[in-house]
């Protein structure tokens, strides 16, 4: 069987392809670093570090990597012949992969070959329907032609992944726990497994909403609250309990209107957040706030891991003030490098963090948890002052 992957980074090498290996899969991966696909050509494998199982080292064999800038044409016989074909890039750069892939899917179409599965594996309310409308966006495709190629499901995608530079080879260390999840309906044949170990959900909105903004929602403001007081590696942040107490509160915050909504029981979101937090304090691991933090536009948006939970909460009448200090805490994020910061810090410079705060988060500007945003901002801003 053959899988096309695009995007050989953490997790598509971490994750997806360790799971499209244990299945039977022989990987093409498509992507923009030269020098990883060099790698990848060369050797044909490349080797995973279990974190928990003191680095046991994994091989993942039956590679190769194709470049979408220099070997476009390539890139669409391989999907043509794939048997199935994800994703882990980023959502912000599916604009920059919707041509190749579906100028791929357009030349199956055109040879007659059967419908596929292209499942994106991205932290993102609903990947399937963003993916699928970049794709109609290129114009190669009709929505019709699409329907008739692919079968696109969204997911909720977790694992600890970290790039890893060991015997001389560009490796990931990788957590020895993950989840992913499928929307099962939106497979070609809901009734397929085509990835191991993966789950098959129903309800995919009550797994993404707790990942979302349970998982990532916490690490996410606790990233951003730690990039306040000067944290630069997160787990130094989490060795202080009380800054410890406050991110397990925020994730039970967040869990709080996902238990009412889906009817997860309290015990359960409990053991979900401690394991998550145990998890992030694995000895050893050390993860970075700028890579927690990065792409704020992305995190503030309404469909995303803050706002979601913050607005759930306040329809529900659940308390939200530690989500609200989080959002607060991510419009004062500023990151040499980061560009979706700097965007956020020119837009306030120039239009004053009353506009930013609407702007960014769609929040109705004088409503209480537009009030609440601005007065943790002006705190934050204030002890920024002050130091
Ligand atoms: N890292 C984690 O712990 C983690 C965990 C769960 C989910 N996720 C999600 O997984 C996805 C991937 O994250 P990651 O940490 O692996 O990121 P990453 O930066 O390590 O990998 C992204 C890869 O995509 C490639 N890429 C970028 N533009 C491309 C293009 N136009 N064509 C082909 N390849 C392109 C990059 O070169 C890179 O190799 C994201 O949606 C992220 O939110 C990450
Ligand atoms: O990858 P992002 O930028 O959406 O989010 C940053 C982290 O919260 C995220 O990568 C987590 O580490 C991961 O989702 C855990 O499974």
Redesign the pocket.
């Given at each position: 069987m053959k899988a096309v992957h695009?995007?050989?980074?953490?997790?598509?090498r971490?994750?997806i392809a360790d799971l499209l290996h244990n299945t039977g899969y022989e990987i093409t991966f498509?992507?923009?670093?030269e020098k990883?696909n060099a790698e990848m050509n060369q050797y044909h494998n490349y080797y995973l570090y279990v974190i928990q199982e003191d680095y046991r080292r994994k091989e993942i064999d039956k590679v190769s990597a194709l470049s979408?800038i220099t070997q476009p044409e390539e890139v669409t016989q391989a999907i043509t012949d794939a048997d199935l074909v994800t994703t882990?890039?980023?959502?912000d750069?599916f604009p920059?992969?919707a041509n190749?892939l579906a100028a791929g899917l357009k030349a199956r179409l055109d040879a007659g070959k059967e419908r596929v599965n292209v499942i994106p594996?991205?932290?993102?309310f609903y990947?399937g329907v963003m993916l699928k409308k970049e794709l109609l966006k290129t114009g190669i495709l009709t929505e019709e032609e699409l329907d008739k190629i692919a079968g696109i499901p969204s997911t909720a995608?977790?694992?600890?992944?970290?790039?890893a530079d060991r015997d001389g080879r560009d490796g990931i260390d990788v957590g020895n726990t993950f989840e992913l999840v499928i929307e099962k309906e939106q497979l070609v044949d809901p009734d397929a497994e085509p990835i191991k170990d993966a789950e098959y959900a129903d309800n995919l909105d009550k797994y993404l909403e707790r990942k979302l903004c349970v998982v990532n929602g916490g690490h996410t403001m606790s990233a951003y609250i730690a990039r306040q007081m000067g944290y630069d590696i997160i787990q130094d942040y989490f060795m202080v309990p009380e800054n410890k107490q406050l991110t397990r509160d925020i994730m039970l915050q967040a869990g709080a209107f996902i238990e009412k909504k889906h009817g997860f029981a309290h015990e359960d979101m409990v053991d979900y957040i401690d394991a998550t937090i145990g998890r992030w304090s694995t000895p050893g691991v050390k993860d970075t706030v700028e890579?927690i933090a990065k792409a704020p536009i992305r995190k503030l948006d309404p469909e995303d891991r803050m706002v979601k939970p913050a607005v759930q909460c306040e329809e529900y009448g659940l308390a939200n003030d530690l989500i609200l200090k989080g959002i607060a805490a991510a419009f004062l994020y500023d990151m040499d490098g980061d560009e979706q910061a700097a965007q956020i810090q020119a837009y306030i410079s120039e239009n004053g963090i009353e506009k930013a705060v609407s702007h960014y988060t769609g929040i109705e500007a004088g409503s209480r948890i537009y009030n609440e945003i601005l007065k943790y901002y002006n705190e934050y801003a204030a002890q920024k002052t002050n130091k």
């Open positions: 695009f995007g050989a980074g953490k997790i598509g971490g994750f498509v992507d923009v670093n990883l979408p882990a890039v980023i959502a750069n920059k992969i190749n594996c991205e932290n993102a990947c995608v977790d694992r600890m992944v970290f790039a890579r």
